[in-house]
């Protein structure tokens, strides 16, 4: 062992000892500098939490006076519990013989001044519907569909693939496990930018609505803080899909949106010249004759939907934000993943 000695004041010194003790100082320093930094996010997120239950409470208050003409349904067939707990990302196959009974399915059509509520045999909400009613928000929002650049996935070796084309204006953490910008609001920045900028208000009305109609979905939402240089694009969700479908016979196929929250609503709104496209939904064996400007919250990552045929020109717009998401804030931010607890409720 190294000895050194320092007769004038301590006698005989451990270097090695001394080393260790200087680290273990350095260490418990960074633990205290990081309790601070850690302090300080957590009373800053209590800030917003505050500020996040006051703005339910004032679109509580709006939604007494907004939506009066409410038809309310209850299906007893199905129960928001028992889709969370069957939920897989993976992709899945309906039953043939609930296939086979889409045309006795029941369908909806809503007055203009009408909304829609359908919970489950559980009382969890599974749909709900209320126009904008605002006819010049609807037509901005169709003119920027129309204006965005084509897609790089339209055309295949300069072969053109579809009428159909999509667009994913997203902050999300697809294969990642950090949040991150979409390639395509990446690869066309500025027009992708100025399109969310424009219809700014269309989001504000969705978010508005899943505060009124799912208000711990909108805190959780707007809780947690993303990554450096990143912000929530469409109101309280991450990101929104634009689809510029036309009577494209791509809009029928049925799909799930698994990638999605499982403990979140995404909102759909459509726009355009055009009849048809009603948005069928099967496991709740409901067609819903949507018409332009109807706000649609529901939790796409559990029920599967398709539309019908569409005649003349539909552009639609669905805002979202993704379940791996979640999972950022978790190792993050310690949230409480409630799918993992889904079997033991």
Same mark, same amino acid.
């Given at each position: 062992?190294?000895?050194?000695?320092?007769?004038?004041?301590?006698?005989?010194?451990?270097?090695?000892?001394?080393?260790?003790?200087?680290?273990?100082?350095?260490?418990?320093?960074?633990?205290?500098?990081?309790?601070?930094?850690?302090?300080?996010?957590?009373?800053?997120?209590?800030?917003?939490?505050?500020?996040?239950?006051?703005?339910?409470?004032?679109?509580?208050?709006? @939604?007494?006076?907004?939506?009066?003409? %409410?038809?309310?349904?209850?299906?007893?067939?199905?129960?928001?519990?028992?889709?969370?707990?069957?939920?897989?990302?993976?992709?899945?196959?309906?039953?043939?013989?609930?296939?086979?009974?889409?045309?006795?399915?029941?369908? %909806?059509?809503?007055?203009?001044?009408?909304?829609?509520? +359908?919970?489950?045999?559980?009382?969890?909400?599974?749909?709900?519907?209320?126009?904008?009613?605002?006819?010049?928000?609807?037509?901005?929002?169709?003119?920027? +569909?129309?204006?965005?650049?084509?897609?790089?996935?339209?055309?295949?070796?300069?072969?053109?693939?579809?009428? *159909?084309?999509?667009?994913?204006?997203?902050?999300?953490?697809?294969?990642?496990?950090?949040?991150?910008?979409?390639?395509?609001?990446?690869?066309?920045?500025?027009?992708?930018?100025?399109?969310?900028?424009?219809?700014?208000?269309?989001?504000?009305?969705?978010?508005?609505?899943?505060?009124?109609? @799912?208000?711990?979905?909108?805190?959780?939402?707007?809780?947690?803080?993303?990554?450096?240089?990143?912000?929530?694009?469409?109101?309280?969700?991450?990101?929104?899909? +634009?689809?510029?479908?036309?009577?494209?016979?791509?809009?029928?196929?049925?799909?799930?949106?698994?990638?999605?929250?499982? *403990?979140?609503?995404?909102?759909?709104?459509?726009?355009?010249?055009?009849?048809?496209?009603?948005?069928?939904?099967?496991?709740?064996?409901?067609?819903?004759?949507?018409?332009?400007?109807?706000?649609? %919250?529901?939790?796409?990552?559990?029920?599967?939907?398709?539309?019908?045929?569409?005649?003349?020109?539909?552009?639609?717009?669905? @805002?979202?934000?993704?379940?791996?998401?979640?999972?950022?804030? @978790?190792?993050? *931010?310690?949230?409480?993943?409630?799918?993992?607890?889904?079997?033991?409720?």
């Amino acid at each position: 062992m190294r000895i050194r000695l320092d007769a004038a004041l301590n006698g005989p010194v451990d270097l090695k000892q001394t080393r260790r003790t200087q680290h273990r100082k350095h260490e418990t320093y960074l633990v205290l500098a990081a309790m601070v930094h850690s302090s300080k996010k957590r009373k800053k997120r209590e800030r917003v939490k505050a500020e996040l239950k006051r703005r339910i409470k004032t679109l509580q208050r709006l @939604a007494d006076c907004q939506h009066r003409n %409410i038809k309310e349904i209850k299906l007893h067939h199905v129960a928001l519990g028992d889709l969370r707990r069957r939920w897989t990302q993976g992709r899945t196959t309906l039953d043939p013989m609930l296939l086979g009974r889409v045309p006795s399915f029941r369908r %909806i059509h809503l007055a203009p001044n009408e909304s829609l509520c +359908i919970k489950g045999s559980d009382d969890g909400l599974l749909v709900y519907v209320s126009n904008i009613c605002r006819h010049d928000l609807m037509e901005r929002l169709y003119q920027s +569909i129309i204006a965005l650049p084509t897609p790089d996935h339209y055309h295949y070796r300069g072969i053109k693939r579809s009428e *159909y084309r999509t667009w994913h204006f997203c902050v999300w953490a697809k294969y990642s496990k950090v949040p991150f910008l979409s390639k395509e609001l990446k690869d066309n920045f500025e027009s992708g930018m100025k399109f969310l900028q424009d219809n700014a208000k269309v989001f504000r009305s969705l978010s508005g609505l899943l505060g009124q109609v @799912a208000p711990s979905v909108f805190e959780t939402f707007q809780l947690y803080p993303l990554p450096d240089d990143l912000e929530r694009l469409c109101g309280a969700w991450l990101g929104c899909a +634009i689809n510029h479908g036309g009577n494209s016979p791509n809009q029928t196929n049925v799909h799930r949106d698994a990638s999605e929250a499982l *403990y979140g609503y995404s909102g759909l709104i459509s726009c355009g010249n055009y009849t048809g496209g009603a948005l069928v939904l099967y496991e709740l064996e409901t067609i819903l004759e949507l018409k332009s400007g109807d706000m649609v %919250i529901f939790p796409d990552a559990l029920i599967n939907h398709s539309n019908e045929q569409v005649q003349g020109d539909r552009c639609s717009l669905v @805002a979202f934000t993704q379940e791996n998401v979640y999972n950022y804030w @978790a190792r993050r *931010y310690n949230l409480t993943l409630r799918r993992k607890m889904r079997y033991h409720v």
